[in-house]
């Protein structure tokens, strides 16, 4: 079975479909004929995360990145999706939609079991809801999703009913997110503490420790039977064990898969990429995240992008390509989209976002910012061309701040002052809160284009009482927000996808942002460790499939 | 303290004791109280917002109602000075507090962390104090060159980075030998390599201590004498001159110690080991103040309760200052 390199430069759709046949060959003997191609079942999986360690396991509290990769593999969710992006049926077996969109129901599968003896039942998905709403749970993510929810009902045991303000043709993308699965009522009613310490689901595993700093330990769930329909296989998990570590070094997480002390592990540099495809006992996992791609988002609130011609000089006197493929060597590929390219509904436009340096001059002149100080900065009424830009370290990996760099050099000889502004995570916030920013970059993951209206609504930019808000490009364009908002309410699936196309097109033909690349998500796996992939909801791997071919 | 050595009384003398362990004492809660205010101050004058680092993290969007819910949980919408003196109020009566990011109350998470540390810490010390003894026996026991060898090698340990040296070590003994795990392990095998690096920098200066004042030792006229008296030349070396020579490297274990505790961020870091360096890392990041105060206060009482601890076993190897 050839295994060794997986999806470089490959479309992300095609590096599934890649897999999925590659899990296919792994049904048919092996022409080496010396290791086992039949799954085994037992043995212990180490998984080394560079993320954060989450500061609790239940992701209905907060609701991030880190909390969805490990909780993944404990809780589940009403419905998934497939490699295609289409709507699979998961905890809930059917549903249906009424015609004017506002009362959805979801039929349950039957006897499903949480790993505490409590059954799963619509009683138990409204204690969900209701859990996600109560802002005492300080739920985040999950909060936004349910926002147009504004009752639950159990129909009967197995039918749950909600009610909705609006139609929200994101439901069910929204739902399908780790962040909204569903726990046992019985456990969710113990302190938040004791919940977050152990959150108790349907999943394949189950939380059995916790040491901080440390590790967590997800031991079999030996009554498990709710597989995802694109599931492999049906029954209890062949791994009996997982442990789940924290190491925050990226050399040591590769220096642990290389000495054999780990079998998994996330957030790979790109130079790191490179070496271990070189190596035949280690397999890469290139799952690019949904909803927004990478971008830096152009402050059209505040001079100088708030002129639409000089948001276009800039966009034209950035080398992105160049410095992408310098600098990621191959493992990433240039996004001209708003969308991540697993988005099916993203549009891709690489003709307005080309580096022409003359043109960007001509764009300046015409703008006004015709004179160039002593240093080369284009000047206009004594003000130079300041484009500040804030760095969050801890979102940003290495390569990306050199990219930026590199975007400030070539940007430089147009005229721009490109003043990168490196600051950990909390700074960040602030300077973004006090509008002292004139182009970020920040990263946003969520199923579904709804992430368009989330990010380019224009009510998006009224502030949190935090001063946090979504839409940093600070777009406000009436015929935007209406097409967002119809999108977000169309339930005809074809309508919906011409009116996120409009809104796209609209977008990114006013300049507010320039994309860079999909939200890399990478994974190295020693080579024995056979069956594994990303769930296509947000990309998080899944160990149910995964057996150790040792 | 001079009288104390002429006046015999007991009473006198026990009134000494009593003032000299006073002083000390207030010392120690001036410093611990020092502590607690700069870092309480410093890390609430650095811009961002502790309730979104709460509840944030990349990616997701807090919304009022849950940033006003930790608010309050938290205290975080009392005024700052209100704030500080609640956290002192609380820290004299023994609470910690309780963790922003962890869920969790600050004394028992420091609790845990403090062991591997420590353990990391003293094996450290030990092994830096036996490897510079070693190098400066046996470069002064050699000639001009052992000399220039041994000093040479302290010079460079001293100078090496510990970033750059766990890096080095990892490759050497995980990748190209394979002998050793580049990360925490329940066994021993895991502690070598961070103990390696924090021990051979501190080595090197240890070492250059040692060697400058055994060279002075050996040169001195009580160890003339002692060998004019026959003793042989280990028993010079041993009892005479290592003794001697081990007096300021004594007073400065007290420093390293604090050093090493430094150096442990960036250790528990890299080899992925638990531990306060680590706690502290991640607390300052998250802006978690009381995780923060709670981990310095702790280094700020080992720091006290070492420097004590050098102070008495400076006196137990130098008979001049036990009269003081």
Redesign the interface.
């Given at each position: 079975m050839q295994l060794s390199t997986v999806s470089r430069g490959v479309l992300p759709l095609a590096t599934l479909a890649a897999l999925s046949a590659l899990l296919l060959a792994g049904c048919s003997p092996s022409p080496s004929g010396t290791s086992s191609s039949q799954p085994v079942s037992g043995g212990t999986l180490t998984y080394a995360s560079g993320d954060a360690e989450p500061t609790c396991l239940d992701p209905h509290v907060g609701g991030n990145y880190p909390q969805a990769l490990v909780s993944t593999q404990y809780l589940e969710s009403l419905v998934s999706l497939d490699a295609d992006g289409t709507v699979i049926p998961w905890l809930a077996d059917s549903w249906t939609e009424s015609d004017d969109g506002l009362t959805w129901e979801f039929t349950l599968v039957p006897d499903v079991v949480f790993t505490d003896g409590t059954p799963l039942d619509a009683a138990a998905v409204q204690a969900n809801v209701a859990h996600l709403q109560d802002p005492e749970t300080a739920s985040s993510t999950g909060y936004l999703a349910l926002k147009k929810v504004v009752a639950t009902e159990a129909v009967s045991p197995e039918v749950v009913r909600f009610t909705l303000s609006a139609p929200d043709s994101a439901l069910l993308e929204s739902l399908s997110q780790p962040w909204l699965s569903i726990e046992s009522p019985t456990a969710l009613k113990r302190t938040q503490d004791e919940n977050c310490a152990a959150p108790v689901g349907t999943g394949p595993f189950v939380v059995t420790d916790w040491v901080k700093q440390d590790s967590i330990t997800l031991e079999r769930n030996e009554d498990y039977s709710s597989p995802p329909a694109d599931a492999t296989h049906e029954g209890v998990a062949y791994l009996e064990k997982i442990v789940w570590r924290f190491i925050p070094e990226s050399a040591t997480r590769y220096a642990a898969l290389q000495a054999g002390e780990v079998d998994v592990i996330d957030n790979v540099q790109p130079d790191t990429i490179v070496q271990a495809e070189a190596s035949d006992s280690i397999r890469h996992l290139d799952a690019p995240r949904p909803g927004a791609s990478n971008r830096i988002e152009l402050n059209s609130s505040t001079v100088p992008f708030n002129d639409p011609l000089v948001r276009e000089a800039f966009i034209r006197s950035a080398n992105v390509d160049d410095a992408v493929t310098s600098l990621f060597q191959g493992t990433a590929e240039r996004s001209y989209s708003a969308l991540s390219s697993v988005e099916p509904l993203g549009v891709s436009a690489p003709d307005l976002f080309g580096y022409e340096p003359d043109e960007a001059d001509g764009l300046l002149d015409e703008a006004g910012w015709t004179e160039r100080d002593s240093d080369g900065y284009r000047v206009k009424d004594g003000e130079r061309l300041t484009v500040r830009f804030p760095v969050s370290t801890n979102q940003s990996i290495p390569a990306e701040q050199s990219l930026f760099e590199q975007i400030q050099a070539t940007a430089k000889e147009t005229g721009f002052d490109l003043v990168l502004e490196p600051m950990d995570l909390s700074s960040w916030y602030a300077a973004l809160a006090a509008n002292e920013y004139n182009a970020v970059s920040a990263p946003y993951t969520k199923v579904g284009p709804d992430v368009l209206r989330i990010l380019y609504h224009s009510s998006s930019i009224v502030p949190a009482p935090s001063g946090y808000f979504a839409n940093l490009s600070q777009v406000s364009d009436p015929q935007l927000d209406t097409l967002l908002t119809d999108a977000s309410q169309e339930s005809d699936a074809d309508a919906r996808a011409a009116l996120f196309t409009d809104a796209q097109d609209l977008l990114l033909g006013g300049y507010y942002l320039l994309p860079l690349y999909d939200q890399q998500n990478h994974f190295l796996l020693d080579s024995e460790v056979e069956g594994t992939r990303a769930l296509p909801t947000v990309s998080a791997p899944t160990f149910y499939d995964t057996w150790l071919n040792r | 303290m001079a009288e104390s050595i002429t006046d015999d009384r007991p009473r006198v003398r026990g009134r000494v004791v009593v003032a000299f362990v006073l002083t000390r004492l207030g010392g120690a809660l001036f410093v611990l109280w020092a502590v607690a205010t700069l870092t309480f101050f410093a890390l609430r004058l650095?811009?961002?917002?502790?309730?979104?680092?709460?509840?944030?993290?990349?990616?997701?969007?807090?919304?009022?109602?849950?940033?006003?819910?930790?608010r309050r949980e938290y205290g975080l919408d009392q005024p700052l000075f209100v704030q500080y003196l609640t956290q002192l109020w609380r820290l004299m009566m023994g609470d910690l507090g309780r963790s922003y990011?962890?869920?969790?109350d600050v004394a028992p998470?420091v609790g845990?962390?403090l062991g591997g540390t420590m353990q990391l810490a003293f094996l450290s010390l030990a092994l830096a104090w036996l490897l510079a003894l070693g190098l400066a026996t046996w470069s002064t026991r050699g000639g001009k060159i052992a000399r220039s060898i041994g000093s040479g090698l302290e010079i460079v340990a001293a100078a090496l980075p510990h970033f750059w040296l766990a890096?080095v070590l990892?490759?050497l003994f995980?990748?190209w030998l394979?002998v050793l795990?580049?990360?925490?392990?329940p066994g021993i095998a895991g502690l070598v390599l961070p103990v390696l690096t924090l021990a051979i920098p501190l080595a090197g200066f240890l070492g250059q201590v040692m060697r400058e004042s055994l060279l002075t030792a050996l040169e001195s006229p009580f160890v003339l004498s002692a060998r004019a008296r026959g003793e042989s030349e280990r028993g010079v070396r041993l009892v005479h001159a290592i003794r001697h020579a081990a007096l300021p490297a004594i007073s400065l274990s007290g420093w390293a110690f604090g050093s090493l505790i430094s150096g442990a961020v960036v250790v528990e870091?890299?080899?992925?080991r638990?531990?306060l360096g680590?706690?502290l890392l991640?607390a300052v990041?998250e802006?978690d103040v009381p995780v923060v105060v709670g981990v310095v206060m702790i280094v700020a009482v080992v720091y006290i309760l070492m420097t004590l601890l050098t102070d008495v076993a400076s006196r137990l190897a130098d008979p001049r200052l036990r009269a003081a």
């Amino acid at each position: 079975m050839q295994l060794s390199t997986v999806s470089r430069g490959v479309l992300p759709l095609a590096t599934l479909a890649a897999l999925s046949a590659l899990l296919l060959a792994g049904c048919s003997p092996s022409p080496s004929g010396t290791s086992s191609s039949q799954p085994v079942s037992g043995g212990t999986l180490t998984y080394a995360s560079g993320d954060a360690e989450p500061t609790c396991l239940d992701p209905h509290v907060g609701g991030n990145y880190p909390q969805a990769l490990v909780s993944t593999q404990y809780l589940e969710s009403l419905v998934s999706l497939d490699a295609d992006g289409t709507v699979i049926p998961w905890l809930a077996d059917s549903w249906t939609e009424s015609d004017d969109g506002l009362t959805w129901e979801f039929t349950l599968v039957p006897d499903v079991v949480f790993t505490d003896g409590t059954p799963l039942d619509a009683a138990a998905v409204q204690a969900n809801v209701a859990h996600l709403q109560d802002p005492e749970t300080a739920s985040s993510t999950g909060y936004l999703a349910l926002k147009k929810v504004v009752a639950t009902e159990a129909v009967s045991p197995e039918v749950v009913r909600f009610t909705l303000s609006a139609p929200d043709s994101a439901l069910l993308e929204s739902l399908s997110q780790p962040w909204l699965s569903i726990e046992s009522p019985t456990a969710l009613k113990r302190t938040q503490d004791e919940n977050c310490a152990a959150p108790v689901g349907t999943g394949p595993f189950v939380v059995t420790d916790w040491v901080k700093q440390d590790s967590i330990t997800l031991e079999r769930n030996e009554d498990y039977s709710s597989p995802p329909a694109d599931a492999t296989h049906e029954g209890v998990a062949y791994l009996e064990k997982i442990v789940w570590r924290f190491i925050p070094e990226s050399a040591t997480r590769y220096a642990a898969l290389q000495a054999g002390e780990v079998d998994v592990i996330d957030n790979v540099q790109p130079d790191t990429i490179v070496q271990a495809e070189a190596s035949d006992s280690i397999r890469h996992l290139d799952a690019p995240r949904p909803g927004a791609s990478n971008r830096i988002e152009l402050n059209s609130s505040t001079v100088p992008f708030n002129d639409p011609l000089v948001r276009e000089a800039f966009i034209r006197s950035a080398n992105v390509d160049d410095a992408v493929t310098s600098l990621f060597q191959g493992t990433a590929e240039r996004s001209y989209s708003a969308l991540s390219s697993v988005e099916p509904l993203g549009v891709s436009a690489p003709d307005l976002f080309g580096y022409e340096p003359d043109e960007a001059d001509g764009l300046l002149d015409e703008a006004g910012w015709t004179e160039r100080d002593s240093d080369g900065y284009r000047v206009k009424d004594g003000e130079r061309l300041t484009v500040r830009f804030p760095v969050s370290t801890n979102q940003s990996i290495p390569a990306e701040q050199s990219l930026f760099e590199q975007i400030q050099a070539t940007a430089k000889e147009t005229g721009f002052d490109l003043v990168l502004e490196p600051m950990d995570l909390s700074s960040w916030y602030a300077a973004l809160a006090a509008n002292e920013y004139n182009a970020v970059s920040a990263p946003y993951t969520k199923v579904g284009p709804d992430v368009l209206r989330i990010l380019y609504h224009s009510s998006s930019i009224v502030p949190a009482p935090s001063g946090y808000f979504a839409n940093l490009s600070q777009v406000s364009d009436p015929q935007l927000d209406t097409l967002l908002t119809d999108a977000s309410q169309e339930s005809d699936a074809d309508a919906r996808a011409a009116l996120f196309t409009d809104a796209q097109d609209l977008l990114l033909g006013g300049y507010y942002l320039l994309p860079l690349y999909d939200q890399q998500n990478h994974f190295l796996l020693d080579s024995e460790v056979e069956g594994t992939r990303a769930l296509p909801t947000v990309s998080a791997p899944t160990f149910y499939d995964t057996w150790l071919n040792r | 303290m001079a009288e104390s050595i002429t006046d015999d009384r007991p009473r006198v003398r026990g009134r000494v004791v009593v003032a000299f362990v006073l002083t000390r004492l207030g010392g120690a809660l001036f410093v611990l109280w020092a502590v607690a205010t700069l870092t309480f101050f410093a890390l609430r004058l650095i811009p961002g917002d502790p309730a979104l680092a709460i509840l944030g993290g990349p990616g997701s969007q807090a919304s009022p109602e849950a940033l006003e819910a930790v608010r309050r949980e938290y205290g975080l919408d009392q005024p700052l000075f209100v704030q500080y003196l609640t956290q002192l109020w609380r820290l004299m009566m023994g609470d910690l507090g309780r963790s922003y990011s962890l869920n969790m109350d600050v004394a028992p998470l420091v609790g845990v962390q403090l062991g591997g540390t420590m353990q990391l810490a003293f094996l450290s010390l030990a092994l830096a104090w036996l490897l510079a003894l070693g190098l400066a026996t046996w470069s002064t026991r050699g000639g001009k060159i052992a000399r220039s060898i041994g000093s040479g090698l302290e010079i460079v340990a001293a100078a090496l980075p510990h970033f750059w040296l766990a890096t080095v070590l990892i490759l050497l003994f995980s990748i190209w030998l394979g002998v050793l795990p580049p990360i925490s392990t329940p066994g021993i095998a895991g502690l070598v390599l961070p103990v390696l690096t924090l021990a051979i920098p501190l080595a090197g200066f240890l070492g250059q201590v040692m060697r400058e004042s055994l060279l002075t030792a050996l040169e001195s006229p009580f160890v003339l004498s002692a060998r004019a008296r026959g003793e042989s030349e280990r028993g010079v070396r041993l009892v005479h001159a290592i003794r001697h020579a081990a007096l300021p490297a004594i007073s400065l274990s007290g420093w390293a110690f604090g050093s090493l505790i430094s150096g442990a961020v960036v250790v528990e870091t890299i080899f992925a080991r638990p531990g306060l360096g680590r706690t502290l890392l991640n607390a300052v990041t998250e802006r978690d103040v009381p995780v923060v105060v709670g981990v310095v206060m702790i280094v700020a009482v080992v720091y006290i309760l070492m420097t004590l601890l050098t102070d008495v076993a400076s006196r137990l190897a130098d008979p001049r200052l036990r009269a003081a």
